[in-house]
């Protein structure tokens, strides 16, 4: 069979213009592997069928619908679907693209190997060339398709949001429409309507005193714990380490609520207790006065983290290799020198990017906020902002989200949570074995 | 001779005080931390309902097994641990599956993009996965997935994917190559090698990935309550959460049915706690 494509490489050219010109063709035309080519050639017409709705769904991005209210609600524009669709649409985009950039390298591959081997292919070559290249696409495709339809898209669209105005009463699809509004929310949370400017001011400080004072209180009453566990002569030690170990297997939800009870203002147990005792004559408000309110919670969430780095710290302890303190006693170190200068920097240098870690963790702590005291005891903003005195920003956007829908502010939050954590984040992943061992 | 008997004397002295500093101290911390739990027991097993009903001294009231039964003839609780025990494990099993066979393909093929896409995973591990919650739920809602079960398995597997497939890659990638490349030679498939070669050798870390998969959606909270509507759908967490909210307390029968979940975990816990802090100190940091 006569083959017009020569063999010496001068017709990369040829063979890349017509893979260009539709997906697919080179390998039917040139190079004879007749499989790939048929998968790529469907992929195009696909999209090609694709064209009028990929349009559509595009100029709604933009537009987002317009306001029609002389029609029945189930007829109206819904901007949020369009939203999510236009998204959906742009990701499918971009997979087509990559795609055809895909089918134009295998083309130019495939005539350099046409090249060597001096003839086209056959089809049983093809077909089992693209059988051994089937795993990969065959195993990724599941979780790609996960990935990208439940967090890739989810995210786009979240950051999308920021930037409209998709809130209660008057912009909540499908009764009403949502439209851009640029950088208008920002604005208002960061300088402008002042309760909400103050409300956000005064969240974001207390999540960034939260956390600090979470992650601290924890790590060092956890060390402490743990070295006493370790110098103390006591042969109760095993014993007392299984009780310090058991509010970190709690789930923190029931352990969270239970504290929330205990410590319940009016008939709590625990001043009922203290009142029985004739320590207090009347109720302290546990979590009813923000100030109190704050220092209780960051207590309980010791009571419920201290476990957490007296194991770390102990398990960093016992990896101290014996010959060191081998030798600091026979240079004649007492106790509390080798403590001092050999074990705590060392337990100190394995776990500090725990801490940091812990201090992410924190800032996102939802559990240990939301269901310890629900955000309350309300503010002067609450009424408006909805968010109360120990509110940290989580659950902030999760009653922004649920309670009063105000989609747009929660994710400004979320946004600029992430433009402050990615730092952090990307520090954490540097530190885990992950990044350290792996080769992209 | 005198002299070192007194500084010896001195010593078990100063010894003995500090014995009996920290064992005060231990017992101090000891009573903090039981406090709660051993109130939880009490309440569980106390006549009363709320937390108002409950005496102050643990248990003060003489001892029913009341909450329990009414935990599972009078509420739906049984419901809610089948439904949270399907989630939990359709999740593991999706989990490993998806995430091994991933793992496996990044590990082990050569494929265009293949960079760009590991790159592009690291980048979307470091979002929380509650920035997304909105635009889950509309997506849920267009494919039908709102107030299913399998909906939110859907949300916790994807959810973690990213980071998952980066941890069972590199476990993979130590795996030696002559393994499969023995195999190969005999004639197995791509995918006989995954399963009863690679499968096998990647234990450790497909079985602590199974485990943190599985235990992970028992004690969610935003999710669920975000994706499940229905009574008979709600998961443990929810349907606890329910008992002791602001409109009703039922504080006893709270801490009955926390009860019930809590000490299996508890006691899983003490028994892997060395295995399970070792790997999550392994895989979260290399020392």
New interface residues.
Partial sequence: MHNPLPLDGTGEKKVVRTAVLFMGLAHLLWLRDTVKGLLFAAVEIFYIFMIPSIGKKLIDLVTLGSPQPELPIKMRDNS??ML?DGILTIVLLIVFI?LYI?SV??ARQGYREYCRKKRPMTMGESFSTTLS?A???V??T???L??L???????I??AS?AFTNYSAPDNIPPNNTVDWVGLANFKTLLGGEASWTSGFVRVATWTVIWAFFATLTCYFGGLF?AI?LRE???R?VPF?R??????????????M??????L?G????IN??LM?LHIIDTPIPWLGDPLLAKIVVILINL?AGFGYFM??AT?AMT?VSQDIFEAARIDGASRFQVLRHITLPLVLY?TM??II?SFTYNI?N??AI??LTGGSPTVADSTITSAGGTDIL?TW??KL??TLLK?NY??VI?VL??LV??PF??F??R?????????? | MKDTLKKRKNYRVI?EI??TI??I??II??L??????V??VSAAFSPGT???S?N?IPFGDGFTAKHFVRLFTETLYGRWFLNTLYIATSTSLLTVL??S??A???SR?N???K?PF??S??I?????S???????Y??LL?INGLDTLWGLV??Y???N???N???V??YM??VSRNLDEAARIDGAG??RIFFSIMLPVAKPVISFLAITSFTAP??D??FP??VLRSVEKQTL?LG??GF?TDKK?E?TT??AG?LI??IP??IF??LS?RFM??SF???????
Avoid: C
Wanted: overall charge positive; glycine content about 4%; charged content about 10%.
């Fill in positions: 949020i679907f999510i990559t895909i390298r295998s290249k795993f990969p696409v195993g990724l599941p979780s790609f996960l990935i339809v439940l967090v890739v898209v989810p995210l669209f979240s949001v714990v006493l103390s002569k006591i109760l007392f299984l009780i310090f170990i058991l509010p970190y297997a709690v789930p923190s939800v029931v352990s609520l239970v504290w929330r009870n205990l319940n009016t008939f709590g147990t009922r207790t029985a009571w194991l770390l398990g990896a394995q990017p725990l870690m996102n939802f559990g939301f269901f989580v956007i999760y989200t649920i989609y929660a994710s979320a949570i992430f954590l990615a984040a990307v954490n992943f530190q885990t074995k992950a990044f350290k061992e792996g080769d992209l | 010894e500090n014995t920290t064992m101290i231990f911390i000891s903090f931390v039981l406090y709660p739990l109130y939880v709320g937390i108002a409950v102050i998806i995430t066979i991933a496996y393909a990044y093929f494929f265009s993009l960079k590991l790159m995973y690291l979307l591990q470091i979002f929380p509650f920035v997304g919650m909105v635009a889950i509309v997506i267009r859907l949300v597997v994807a959810g994917l990213p980071y497939t980066w941890l890659k590199n990638d130590t791509h995918f028992w004690m909270y935003i309550r975000m967490a606890l959460f002791v307390n504080f709270f801490a926390s979940v809590a975990f508890i816990f003490l706690q802090v070792n100190s392994g895989a979260a940091v290399k020392e």
